[in-house]
């Protein structure tokens, strides 16, 4: 059994929106665990250059890579630059996600537009260079028993129909089918791809849902584990999801949710 510093040894991870939340925990937690990462953003690179500060002074390699992954080009330009500075991909963790939350009626052609740009169509753009690098490396035995592992951040949104947000509960229901889809076309070359879906986890995204003790009784109401979860919560999950130990895992969503998804709605009454 391999100690957790070696888990991803010779291993390099890309982690997209990895400046806060839960891709910033999942680039410390892949550095931790042996890999090279390079650690994504678009905005607020001073965070950026934190977490790439502190892999550094643990002794672990990372570098920080601007990209907005709605953008092809930009897309594209990351990778080569990851490839210039670590030769290759392992791990692509596709966590870059936003909200704009309205009404429907209210809301916006560009509020659609930018939740699925960033949140779908990024995890595409992302997906497909790494997939592709893949495919040109290869299985390296003594580094990994897959040719790549790409683990998509879904949420507990691609089941859960979820008002005032219909963008991002597309974006959701999307990554669900492209990361089932892509693991049933991938999968014969040994690129295993995987899906997270986080229930409530404390991140700037969702600040407001448990900000007050009031909010956050709230929200616990919905969750049967009655605990918000923690951004080391899912981070583990991602490691796991990135390395050996889940090889036979393929085209699977781990709930990471304390029972979001149990319809808690239903522990009394129905
Ligand atoms: C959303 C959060 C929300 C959680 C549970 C996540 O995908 O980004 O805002 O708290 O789902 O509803």
Known sequence: MLVHE???????????????????????????????????????????????????????????????????DQVQAMFQTLFKEFGTIDILVNNAGLQRDSAFTEMTL???????????????????????????????PEISQAAGKIVCMSSVHQE??????????????????????????????????????????????????WATPEAEADLLRLIPYRRVGVVEDISRAVVWLASDLSDYVHGTTLFVDGGMTLFPGFASGG
Request: hydrophobic share 45%; net charge positive; aromatic share 4%.
């Open 6 to 72: 070696q888990l991803l040894r010779g291993q390099t991870a890309l982690v997209t929106g990895a400046n806060s939340g839960i891709g910033e925990a999942s680039a410390r937690a892949l550095a931790a665990a042996g890999a090279a990462v390079g650690v994504n953003y678009v905005v607020n690179p001073k965070q950026a250059q934190k977490v790439v500060g502190d892999i550094v002074a643990s002794r672990g390699r990372a570098v920080a890579l601007q990209a907005d992954v709605g953008n092809e």
């Open 110 to 140: 560009q509020q659609w537009n930018t939740v699925l740009t960033v949140n779908l169509t990024g995890q595409f753009l992302c997906a497909r260079e790494a997939a592709r690098e893949f495919r040109r490396r290869g299985v390296r």
């Open 160 to 209: 859960i129909p979820w008002a005032r947000h219909a963008n991002y509960a597309a974006s959701k229901g999307g990554v669900k089918m492209l990361m089932e889809t892509i693991a049933q076309e991938l999968g014969p070359e040994r690129i295993r791809v995987n899906a997270i879906a986080p229930g409530a986890i404390k991140t700037p995204i969702n600040h407001d849902a």
